[in-house]
């Protein structure tokens, strides 16, 4: 009969290492995370100002179709097929950033579009703020 001898080793972490290693994980993402979040904010801020600017191109064209001279009282006139082409300015009006409709209104004859930002509100800081005509035309 041969002797068996009992192997004394480790199997799995001891509570420390793995503390250890959770502590070491929340370092790295506490230290990236609000790099990664501002810049997914500062895209969808982004694409709002630049779906103004589609907005805004397809208002002027609209303009000069059809010898109306004159801008669209709603954003959804842009989807009607146009008298000349017979094709709609837009396929669609699409949600902003944060899935809320555009606001459209004409101030003195010419359009005004307003994203109320992440809120959904008026007013309001950083990813709350709103994205308007005015604040897309300054940043050009």
Same mark, same amino acid.
């Given at each position: 009969?041969?002797?068996?001898?009992?192997?004394?080793?480790?199997?799995?972490?001891?509570?420390?290492?793995?503390?250890?290693?959770?502590?070491? /994980?929340? *370092?790295?993402?506490?230290?990236?995370?609000?790099? /990664?979040?501002?810049?997914?904010?500062?895209?969808?801020?982004?694409?709002?100002?630049?779906? /103004?600017?589609?907005?805004?191109?397809?208002?002027?064209?609209?303009?000069?179709?059809?010898?109306?001279?004159?801008? =669209?009282?709603? *954003?959804? !006139?842009?989807?009607? =097929?146009?008298?000349?082409?017979?094709?709609?300015?837009?396929?669609? /009006?699409?949600? !902003? =950033?944060?899935?809320?409709?555009?606001?459209?209104?004409?101030?003195?004859?010419? =359009?005004?579009?307003?994203?109320?930002?992440?809120?959904?509100?008026?007013?309001?800081?950083?990813?709350?703020? !709103?994205?308007?005509?005015?604040?897309?035309?300054?940043?050009?």
């Amino acid at each position: 009969m041969k002797n068996k001898t009992l192997k004394l080793g480790r199997n799995g972490f001891t509570l420390i290492e793995i503390m250890v290693v959770v502590l070491i /994980i929340g *370092l790295v993402v506490s230290m990236v995370g609000p790099n /990664i979040w501002n810049a997914l904010f500062s895209s969808q801020m982004k694409i709002a100002g630049q779906q /103004i600017q589609s907005f805004h191109m397809a208002c002027d064209n609209y303009k000069l179709s059809g010898g109306t001279n004159r801008y =669209p009282e709603s *954003l959804e !006139d842009l989807t009607e =097929p146009s008298a000349e082409t017979g094709e709609p300015f837009l396929r669609l /009006i699409p949600l !902003d =950033p944060w899935k809320n409709e555009y606001e459209y209104e004409l101030v003195e004859g010419k =359009p005004f579009i307003t994203c109320l930002g992440a809120d959904g509100e008026p007013g309001g800081e950083n990813e709350n703020a !709103d994205i308007t005509t005015e604040t897309v035309a300054s940043k050009r």
